[in-house]
């Protein structure tokens, strides 16, 4: 399987690129997030081969993140290389995964030709997996960042003033990098208005 390719970017558009590697020209579908990453001649391309009876296709990711969440799309039943590419090309990887680990049914059923049958799948199927593959400090952050939002949201409808209850969260995450639920946070937060 061909894991990888690094060579010279013969020729890069929206959808995929050619990339030539001593003397071959691969052509690589890719997804608008490597798209806008890469920006040199000589580039990297971590890369997952699709193979079915009548073709053998390959897809090529800027980071591995992205080629790992990728790769559990497509095991998710009715989600094919090319849905999983559209996917890909409407949110970035981290924003994917916190739609699936909030089970934000809406957010994934925006992505032109999933259904909302096809969207809580895909949430059943990966909400366990797709936090195994990334980083912890990424799991973190969008764990934080989504505590941070809800948080924002409620002490805002709560009459506060947006940039004096950014700055008392802040400070309750800076002291408290702990904290794991909405209403702790905002607990903590009002205790320090």
Same mark, same amino acid.
């Given at each position: 399987?061909? $894991?990888?390719?690094?060579?010279?970017?013969?020729?890069?558009?929206?959808?995929?690129?050619?990339?030539?590697?001593?003397?071959?020209?691969?052509? !690589?579908? !890719?997804?608008?997030?490597?798209?806008?990453?890469?920006?040199?001649? /000589?580039?990297?391309?971590?890369? @997952? *081969?699709?193979?079915?009876?009548?073709? @053998?296709?390959?897809?090529?990711?800027?980071?591995?993140?992205?080629? @790992?969440?990728?790769?559990?799309?497509?095991?998710?039943?009715?989600?094919?290389?090319? $849905? %999983?590419?559209?996917?890909?090309?409407?949110?970035?990887?981290?924003? !994917?995964?916190?739609?699936?680990? $909030?089970?934000?049914? %809406? /957010?994934?059923? @925006?992505?032109?030709?999933?259904?909302?049958? $096809?969207?809580?799948? !895909?949430?059943?199927?990966?909400?366990?997996?797709?936090?195994?593959? *990334?980083?912890?400090?990424?799991?973190?952050?969008? *764990?934080?960042?989504?505590?941070?939002?809800?948080?924002?949201? %409620? *002490?805002?409808?709560?009459?506060?003033?947006?940039?004096? %209850?950014?700055?008392?969260?802040?400070?309750?995450?800076?002291?408290?990098?702990?904290?794991?639920?909405?209403?702790?946070?905002?607990?903590?937060?009002?205790?320090?208005?």
């Amino acid at each position: 399987m061909i $894991t990888q390719i690094t060579g010279k970017l013969l020729e890069k558009t929206p959808t995929y690129v050619v990339v030539e590697c001593n003397g071959i020209g691969y052509f !690589i579908n !890719i997804s608008l997030q490597t798209f806008s990453s890469i920006n040199e001649e /000589a580039c990297k391309l971590f890369t @997952h *081969l699709s193979v079915k009876e009548d073709s @053998h296709t390959l897809y090529g990711f800027y980071d591995q993140n992205e080629r @790992h969440l990728f790769r559990n799309l497509i095991s998710v039943s009715g989600v094919g290389p090319s $849905t %999983a590419q559209v996917i890909l090309s409407t949110y970035n990887p981290s924003e !994917i995964v916190t739609y699936i680990t $909030t089970a934000d049914v %809406a /957010a994934i059923q @925006h992505v032109k030709g999933i259904g909302a049958k $096809t969207a809580q799948r !895909i949430i059943i199927d990966l909400k366990d997996k797709v936090a195994k593959g *990334l980083p912890k400090s990424d799991i973190l952050f969008e *764990l934080d960042n989504t505590i941070k939002t809800e948080s924002l949201s %409620a *002490l805002l409808a709560l009459g506060f003033n947006k940039k004096s %209850a950014e700055q008392k969260i802040d400070k309750v995450l800076k002291e408290n990098p702990d904290i794991s639920s909405v209403e702790e946070l905002v607990k903590m937060a009002l205790s320090q208005m």
